[in-house]
């Protein structure tokens, strides 16, 4: 079974510091990972997808993920946060079969102080 | 385009009332599927279409039933509403393989008194 966890239910950071959120996932064959961002009242919507072509993925809004397949771990990072990024972040591993569902961490809610 | 829709945005219902959340999607996608959300815990599957006239069960399928009539549209069925169902409901559509990203709806967002 495939499973996610996500270190830290709430992050803080200071408006042009760098966000970075914890992923780690566990997978018996090679993960399909994906972060998505919700922001309040809305649906998810992906930011970033990792599917082996190259370990470090570069996504929406200057987000980008690697993939460390020694450390199971896929972190989010951004250089530089901006108030418009306040929003919950999802890592999900996708399974490698026909029902290809997501499995989700329980989510980290990034606060931007000004 | 619309991408992934569903029907309602929010509702009241009272403990054991019936109903039906509705969901389309525009892609011509073969895979689609229900989670729920609450806090703390991500989202989780609670059922799973493969193709028209196919569902199979999830992570959490007890008290839901779904229904997938065509390649758009899949629903979720709630018999005898309890208050555990207090939750937010996404649907979600794919395409055929696990390197695709899912694409999820706004969600719809039941409240069970």
């Known amino acids: 079974a495939q499973s996610v966890t996500q270190l830290g239910s709430h992050v803080s950071v200071s408006e042009g510091a760098l966000v970075l959120l914890r992923c780690n996932y566990s997978?018996?064959?090679?993960?399909?990972l994906f972060w998505y961002v919700q922001y309040p009242n809305q649906g998810l919507q992906l930011l970033l997808k990792y599917t082996s072509a190259a370990t470090l993925v570069k996504g929406i809004n200057g987000f980008e993920a690697e993939f460390k397949k020694s450390e199971t771990s896929f972190h989010l990072t951004k250089p530089s946060a901006h108030m418009s990024d306040a929003a919950e972040y999802f890592c999900a591993v996708s399974e490698d079969t026909g029902r290809r569902a997501l499995t989700f961490g329980s989510g980290t809610r990034l606060q931007v102080q000004p | 385009n619309a991408g992934v829709t569903q029907t309602p945005k929010f509702q009241v219902l009272k403990t054991g009332q019936s109903m039906t959340l509705q969901c389309a999607q525009d892609?011509?996608?073969?895979?689609m599927y229900w989670y729920r959300q609450d806090p703390g815990m991500g989202l989780r599957l609670i059922y799973y279409?493969?193709?028209?006239?196919?569902?199979d069960k999830g992570e959490v399928p007890n008290g839901y039933n779904v229904s997938r009539l065509n390649k758009r549209e899949f629903s979720l069925r709630l018999e005898s509403a309890a208050p555990s169902q207090t939750s937010v409901y996404f649907c979600a559509s794919t395409a055929e393989y696990s390197n695709q990203p899912q694409h999820f709806g706004d969600g719809t967002r039941l409240s069970i008194l």
């Open positions: 892609m011509n996608h073969n895979s």
């Open positions: 997978s018996s064959v090679p993960p399909y």
């Open positions: 279409s493969a193709s028209e006239g196919t569902t």
